[in-house]
């Protein structure tokens, strides 16, 4: 009863990873094997350096934004006050949003005649509008955000069942302790949601190294990231090779982070 | 002069008041605080719906305003009387569905025998499963292409249905065993001991049972062929799913048209998700993560 989905995941998986990691070194001419050209031209164009930083550095600010602020609203929703319902219902909304439109509604905040520069005009900080999607960090707070907006709940879900798997009988021990709530939080919470954080982070990294509908909708050509840039060579240049070469450059980075991270705090966590 | 009781009072009723307005301070600012994250979640689609339903003045100015001032069903009906919508709309629903109903077929099977394996053999299944997520969509959707060109599938629905399993079959897997782990291993076992055989064991114990949870899974991998962008945008180059079109306008710099598809785009999938959301919650989900 396994035998369909392993064979799928193998043919339309794993055999397509595999023939991509082909393509990358395959020279792109002679079709010679093993060849390290298509990795040397991309390494050396600036284009690709962007886009490897740009990546990178949107993971980083997408990422501290999303953790941070989805503990504090799965925080805030594991206490009980009266407009919890509601207020667990409304964070669940992004969830629903296809990512594409969630594209189109940041286009239309962040475009140079947008709501943002709006809002910032009719509160006086500025006068002149700002053009978000120039390029610079500018653009990639603009992509991060729009991430940020998407994703959380999915954070604030994982890290909910995290916090909801807490017994109370934990905090009625420490309370008899008299622990302060900065002490629960750091010496009682943190630590017991520890595996639901590492999974939570690990998806949402991966997923934010891959990022490819945001860009794609946001920054234009102007602003490339690793799957855009691929894409790009593979649309704009019909060169399979360096396309490839891009995307495996990808996974090895997404391999090192994951495998860096898990490293890092023990496997142990994972595993529960 | 006060005598020492009163004094005392007067210290702890010092001590509460203090107390007190700390407490009132902690909710006001966690009020403060959900209100801006219910701003924050709420106006970006408040917007969107504004702007597919207003005038192009309103819009296309330095200083838009924030309300509605003008309202015009103009855009949505433009959208509609154009036609242009309607083989996307058809196209994404096809393929929708065709992944929906293979998505548990093939996933749901598997699930059961993974979720039936012993412990740490189903946690490296699993795992291995899972970790096809770690490959970037761009890497496995460009050699997808150049063998669906040579097999004459780009711009067909069976291409596309193929590349969204891709996607969707890892996920469901998942969501799938944490489902068959939550039925309990006895009640098949006390159904062979009242007679019934493995087959039907499985049929009248097994499958009545899981039924919520494959129709979840069901649910949500239709709702994740409907947004799926990356492979249709490799494999669609004439005949485009609903989110590719909406992209082509933002290409195009459309923005009412862009925002009508954005809303027809989105309207199913919050009926759908709002529907789904007590699966959502924490028990399918987390199902996977309890080993």
Known sequence: M???LILFVLGFTLVPVLQCIFFSFQDQITGEFPTLGNYREIVGSRKFGEALKNTLLVTLIGLSLEMSVGMMVALLLTTKHKFRG????????PMGVPTVVSGVIMLYIFSTNGYLNEFLYRIGLIQLPIDWANGGFRTLSMVAFADMWKVTPLVIVLLLSGLESIPTT?????????????QNFFYITLPLIKPFFTIALILRAIDAFRIFELPMVLAGRNTMFLGTYAYSEYFDYNNIHTSGAASTILMVVIAIFVFGYIGMVGSREVEQ | MKT??????????????????RHRLNRGLRFLFIALTIAFILVPILLLFKISVSAPQDILTQHPPFLIKN????HWKKVLAAGHIWVPLWKSTVVATFVAVLGVLIAAPAAYVISRLPRNIKYGVLLAIFSTRMFPEVGIALPISVTFVRWGLVDTN????????????????????GTFDSIPKDLEQAALVDGCDKGQALLKVVLPLSMAGMAAGSILCWLESWNEFTYAVYLCLAESTLPIKTYYYVRRGNWFESAAYAVFLTIPVMIVTFVLQNYLK?????GALKY
Do not use: C
């Open chain 2, 71 to 74: 309202f015009t069903w103009n």
């Open chain 2, 4 to 21: 020492s009781e009163q004094r005392g009072l007067a210290m702890a009723e010092h001590k509460i008041s203090t107390k007190l307005l």
């Open chain 2, 282 to 286: 924490s028990d399918y989900l987390s």
């Open chain 1, 86 to 93: 509601i207020f667990r219902a409304i964070t669940m909304i």
């Open chain 2, 158 to 177: 069976l291409g596309l249905v193929l590349a969204h399993l891709i996607k969707v079959l890892p996920l469901m897997a998942w969501i799938m065993t």
């Open chain 1, 170 to 182: 934990v905090y009625e021990a420490s309370a008899i302790d008299g622990a302060s709530r900065r």
């Open chain 1, 2 to 4: 396994v035998l369909p």
